[in-house]
């Protein structure tokens, strides 16, 4: 059991992986760089450590530690209570949850081993929009995708703001980052999965008529915010579907489409 450690200064080293969570470009360069990532809230917390996900540390306000009695009790990791103030001195921002862990990340997996298994696969290009990165995997977990595979440009589904937005969804479905965009979309092919590019197109089918074709194995493509999928993916993709809109709408942000997307085609 980690008995619960009070610590009383911003500048104390122990709360280093807490510190400057609101710079996004250094986020961006340092967790990933330190093997870290944080979960924010009880129930993120508590999911990332039911995915296996192995802590490092938790910082706890007073109010929480009945809550989080049992996670206390099982914990490896040191665990710090701070004051409300103090862990907003060190985050940068109101930590309005009053749990923060941080946690190991662990190797991503080969493409292969993600695509073996797979029915239904969603395919994220060049999202760079955290909160959109964080609400596809939650949908991707609502509505069974059985894996997500990333751009290298792709946003980090392991930065705080993603993983809150997914209520922890990022550590549930499996997913790993592609290295060659868009050539390693041939791997799909591979794997005999039908590759459908979600794009507002001439030659674009509707949703439906994709769903009705009950392809057994689909990978469904998204492209980034506003300007949506590449040229070079929309060559790769086998096929090229819609989602019909009225009132004039022509598109919806990429999280609502992958709901959408994902729901349409669900087994």
């Not at 862990?87 to 081993?113: F, K, Q």
């Amino acid at each position: 059991m980690a008995e619960p450690v009070t610590v009383d200064s911003p500048d104390d080293p122990r709360l280093h992986d807490y510190t400057g969570l609101t710079d996004v470009a250094l986020r961006r360069a340092r967790e990933p760089a330190e093997g870290l990532f944080i979960a924010e809230g009880e129930k993120v917390i508590r999911r990332a450590l039911h995915a296996g996900c192995r802590m490092r540390s938790m910082l706890l306000s007073a109010k929480w530690l009945g809550v989080m009695d049992d996670v206390i009790a099982a914990a490896t990791a040191p665990v710090y209570t701070v004051t409300p103030e103090l862990a907003e001195r060190v985050t940068g921002y109101h930590v309005h949850r009053g749990a923060l862990a941080s946690l190991h990340r662990e190797p991503l997996p080969p493409v292969d081993d993600l695509l073996g298994a797979a029915r239904r696969v969603a395919v994220l290009e060049d999202t760079v929009d955290h909160a959109n990165v964080g609400a596809a995997f939650r949908n991707a977990a609502a509505l069974g995708v059985d894996a997500v595979l990333l751009s290298p440009r792709c946003a980090d589904p392991l930065y705080r703001r993603a993983v809150k937005v997914s209520m922890g969804a990022v550590l549930q479905v499996p997913w790993t980052r592609l290295t060659a965009w868009p050539d390693d979309l041939g791997l799909l092919r591979r794997h005999g999965f039908v590759t459908a590019a979600l794009c507002l197109d001439e030659r674009s089918v509707e949703i439906g008529e994709l769903a009705a074709r009950r392809h057994p194995k689909l990978a469904l493509l998204l492209g980034t915010e506003g300007d949506g999928l590449s040229p070079a993916a929309l060559r790769a993709a086998d096929e090229r579907v819609m989602i019909p809109m009225a009132a004039g709408v022509d598109s919806l942000n990429v999280a609502a489409a992958s709901a959408v997307a994902f729901y349409a085609t669900r087994p």
